[in-house]
């Protein structure tokens, strides 16, 4: 088939859904594929960051789509206000269709890949363009029928689950991301894959210097870390946040350092560092499982995701878990424990080879029939 155009959607409000689909253009993109489009749904508060525009080499076009609401700490999420008002911003999100589709229509790509962005499931609903469409992330494995979910909780596996079906209506195939090698499940449409690396992951030489790694998904949370540096100063730490300052690194104290999100500069502190402390996102979970870093996880309050993310990374054997930032006893763990990265590594040996194989077969194919939620 001649056309090779490929336009990705990106679901904004994380940086893993970002790194992953900077992955995904350089896995296609060497195979001969053009990404013509790359389009991230985000709310208005949410800046996309500088290192996503230097890496995709297509033009990146922001439309609005739904999100969480925080405290106003910007630490936990508040589900009932993120539900009131995304249901009010509706009228906004039939306009971000509108673009989505004006967007189709300009490029009349080969396929569509979508990042977990909820609207292009919603543009599939009601548009239902022929273009086949392949949605990936982690969270479709919460659809697969032989993922554990931690006990209890039902009505947020449930919503999850919703959520999740959402983001993927009409698709031809569901890849789902996994720490872990799994059965496909053919009825549900869902391949398991491995994760999504970027090329730059591989090319970092791990090292062991004096520090540890923090990364945090809501700013909010700066003021438990200070806290914790204030009676820890002795220990090295540098943070990687959302930052609306104007500056790169932020010094606080003797021994902690604040830098603006910077994927490159991110990944060489975490080839370096002793461990890190994240809040739950898959992604960044990955990346330090893959340089032999345990990591410790804690998850925004309110996200179930990142709860169960949490859970499953320590099953996977990344690390440790808690409810609260206590990095005194992530310290105590690494001086512990003994990361092996080689299982890990090895389930990521073929993943470029399993990629290139789903887009390929999916290609040419009209669109499939309406999922079932």
């Not at 791990?206 to 540890?212: A, C, S, V």
């Not at 500069?265 to 402390?277: N, Q, T």
């Not at 330090?288 to 309110?302: D, I, Q, R, S, T």
Request: glycine fraction near 4%; hydrophobic fraction near 40%.
């Amino acid at each position: 088939m001649n056309n090779r155009k490929i336009v990705l959607v990106v679901q904004g409000e994380g940086r893993g859904h970002m790194t992953q689909a900077i992955s995904m253009a350089e896995i296609l993109e060497s195979a001969g594929f053009e990404i013509c489009s790359v389009l991230v749904g985000c709310s208005s508060k949410r800046e996309i960051p500088d290192f996503f525009y230097k890496k995709m080499k297509a033009p990146v076009t922001k439309f609005l789509s739904p999100n969480f609401i925080t405290d106003r700490k910007n630490k936990s999420i508040r589900v009932a206000s993120s539900l009131f008002k995304n249901l009010l911003m509706l009228p906004v999100f039939s306009k971000s269709i509108k673009q989505i589709d004006a967007v189709i229509k300009e490029h009349n790509p080969a396929a569509i890949i979508n990042f977990y962005d909820p609207l292009i499931g919603l543009y599939y609903f009601f548009k239902r363009p022929s273009v086949p469409l392949v949605c990936i992330a982690h969270q479709y494995m919460f659809l697969h029928p032989l993922f554990k979910f931690p006990a209890g909780h039902r009505v947020d596996r449930a919503a999850v689950r919703v959520f999740s079906q959402l983001t993927a209506l009409r698709s031809t195939r569901k890849l789902a991301i996994s720490f872990y090698s799994m059965e496909n499940h053919d009825k549900a449409k869902i391949t398991v894959v491995p994760p999504l690396l970027r090329k730059d992951v591989f090319e970092q030489q791990e090292q062991h210097k004096d520090y540890y790694l923090i990364y945090l998904l809501n700013n909010g949370y700066k003021d438990e870390i200070v806290k914790w540096h204030q009676q820890n100063q002795h220990i090295v730490a540098h943070c990687f946040c959302d930052m609306p300052e104007t500056y790169d690194t932020l010094k606080y104290g003797e021994n902690l350092y604040f830098h603006k999100l910077n994927d490159k500069k991110f990944l060489e502190f975490m080839a370096g560092s002793k461990g890190l402390v994240s809040t739950a996102g898959f992604e960044s979970v990955c990346e330090a499982m893959y340089l032999g870093k345990p990591v410790f996880m804690v998850p925004v309050e309110g996200h179930f995701e990142q709860f169960v993310n949490a859970r499953d990374a320590h099953k996977a054997g990344a690390g440790i878990f808690d409810k609260r930032f206590d990095i005194n006893k992530f310290v105590e763990y690494v001086s512990t424990c003994k990361p092996n990265s080689d299982l890990f590594r090895k389930w990521l040996n073929n993943s470029t080879e399993m990629f290139l194989k789903e887009i390929n077969g999916v290609i040419g194919k009209p669109h499939a029939a309406p999922d079932a939620l």
